[in-house]
């Protein structure tokens, strides 16, 4: 099995529970030696490789979620919604390409007619008193009310991301999350130690390199957001 030949998808995962050890130590010895003779090349493609081999043979071990019945909850009503809008912009839009100008005139009402009852000067003068401030070219000087925050008592940490960081992060993390992108659940890293160590040895190399423009996707996508505290 080669990363290039797995489909990667949303699946709705049917994880086993967390005391079931002997299911996630398995899975996480199998997934590791796939990943150990498939990962190559640049850390990338190794970070998505990584996440389409779990998504893909996850539900082949574990099953997936099937989705009840004809249950209709707001996401349903949100749909119908947009079905509709939808209908009504591609109504209009027909018309006004039918006829733009019956469309121009009915958006925007009947000609109307009027005469202005004063000059050009009271105009000009009125707007003059409304809008200008005889006291924009005057400086205004320090302002008492301005919050002078103290400066920072404790550096950023720039450290290398260490694993013990990852593992509070992955531990910290509630069961129960939304998967990220990739459809990888924080589950995985919670009871697949092999799996975790080798996403902080993918971690590491981006943040030995510093591209976060690049990779602010990747780390989304792989289950894995980093929060570090600003000091130890």
């Known amino acids: 099995m080669t990363p290039s030949s797995i489909k990667s998808e949303r699946r709705r995962i049917k994880w086993p529970a967390a005391n079931m050890t002997s299911l996630w130590n398995q899975f996480d010895i199998d997934v590791d030696q796939i990943l150990e003779a498939t990962m190559r090349g640049e850390v990338d493609r190794k970070l998505k490789a990584m996440t389409m081999i779990i998504v893909s043979i996850a539900p082949e071990r574990f099953g997936e979620e099937v989705k009840g019945g004809s249950f209709r909850g707001p996401h349903s009503k949100n749909q119908q919604w947009h079905r509709r809008r939808r209908r009504e912009r591609a109504r209009k839009r027909a018309a006004f390409i039918a006829n733009p100008f019956k469309f121009t005139k009915d958006l925007l009402g009947q000609k109307r007619s009027?005469?202005?009852?004063?000059?050009?000067?009271?105009?000009?003068?009125?707007?003059?008193?409304?809008?200008?401030?005889?006291?924009?070219?005057?400086?205004?000087?320090?302002?008492?009310?301005?919050?002078?925050?103290?400066?920072?008592?404790?550096?950023?940490?720039?450290?290398?991301?260490?694993?013990?960081?990852?593992?509070?992060?992955?531990?910290?993390?509630?069961?129960?999350?939304?998967?990220?992108?990739?459809?990888?659940?924080?589950?995985?890293y919670k009871n697949c130690p092999k799996l975790l160590l080798r996403l902080w040895k993918i971690l590491r190399v981006i943040w030995r390199r510093g591209r976060t423009r690049n990779s602010g996707e990747l780390l989304k996508g792989s289950g894995f957001q980093r929060r570090r505290n600003p000091g130890r």
């Open 114 to 188: 009027g005469q202005l009852a004063c000059s050009q000067e009271e105009i000009e003068h009125h707007l003059k008193e409304t809008y200008s401030d005889p006291l924009r070219e005057q400086e205004l000087g320090e302002c008492s009310t301005l919050i002078n925050p103290p400066g920072p008592s404790v550096q950023f940490n720039m450290a290398e991301l260490q694993l013990n960081e990852v593992r509070v992060v992955a531990r910290k993390a509630r069961a129960s999350s939304a998967p990220r992108p990739s459809g990888t659940s924080y589950k995985v």
